[in-house]
């Protein structure tokens, strides 16, 4: 048996609980505030204090229950211990069960908002309003580099053409986990899909990718382990999504 400790936003906390009490291992739950996706930069920080306050031999594997989360997890780095993430975006694949299956329904319809119990329990004032929504904060941390090269009105003007985006979101989803009771929750997305002239739909979860990844089963195209050494950087291969990087510049 071995022992892994996983680092994971609250909110998967129903699934990843669900998961780690049936888990073949001895797995060690630490939940991070899901608000901290609001700036990616923050959550990289918060994240890479955790891993560096894991102390050598206290267990086998770090286990990073995050996707990229556009730029959160990138250049995280492991020191001593091996840490495994799952080569997806963001959180809703791991709600989906597997990125596969998150590609199908972005390239079926790109412009959804996802909700799900786990998250809205949780939603903390000013936090983005669906799973995945803004591209997880980035905005903010874009805004700033803007400012910073071009100028304030230039970023301004920037990131309004960027807001376009938002104007293509047509479809809110709500993804049943199948823990707890979600009624309310799923109602609250059908309105506001309703208020909004949205299609809703309802999608079941699946908790397939938690499993393997809490039962040690690190297929490697759905999972990077990174080794001690090497940080997290993003590929360019949209079916790798990431690799791990030796910190001198190489990469494995």
Not at 193 to 207: M, T
Request: with cysteine; charged share 25%.
């Amino acid at each position: 048996m071995k022992r892994f400790i996983a680092l994971t936003c609250e909110a998967l906390a129903r699934s990843i609980y669900t998961v780690a009490a049936t888990a073949p291992h001895t797995v060690t739950v630490r939940l991070y505030r899901q608000g901290l996706h609001n700036t990616p930069r923050k959550l990289r920080e918060t994240l890479q204090e955790q891993i560096d306050a894991i102390q050598p031999g206290e267990c086998d594997a770090i286990l990073l229950v995050y996707g990229m989360c556009g730029t959160a997890t990138l250049g995280l780095v492991t020191r001593h211990t091996p840490l495994v993430i799952p080569r997806t975006h963001d959180c809703i694949a791991l709600y989906l069960g597997s990125h596969q299956r998150y590609l199908q329904e972005f390239q079926a319809h790109p412009g959804t908002y996802w909700y799900s119990l786990d998250y809205l329990e949780r939603l903390e004032p000013g936090s983005n309003v669906a799973l995945g929504a803004a591209q997880m904060g980035v905005i903010d941390e874009v805004y700033e580099e803007y400012v910073a090269k071009y100028g304030q009105d230039n970023a301004d003007y920037l990131m309004e053409v960027m807001g376009e985006w938002g104007k293509h979101y047509d479809r809110a989803v709500f993804i049943d986990m199948g823990h707890g009771d979600g009624s309310a929750y799923e109602q609250m997305t059908r309105e506001v899909a309703q208020r909004r002239g949205w299609l809703f739909e309802r999608r079941q979860g699946d908790l397939r990718m938690l499993r393997l990844l809490l039962s040690g089963e690190w297929p490697e195209d759905e999972f990077l382990v990174v080794p001690p050494g090497h940080a997290i950087q993003q590929s360019g291969d949209e079916t790798k999504l990431i690799t791990a990087h030796r910190v001198d510049g190489s990469h494995a």
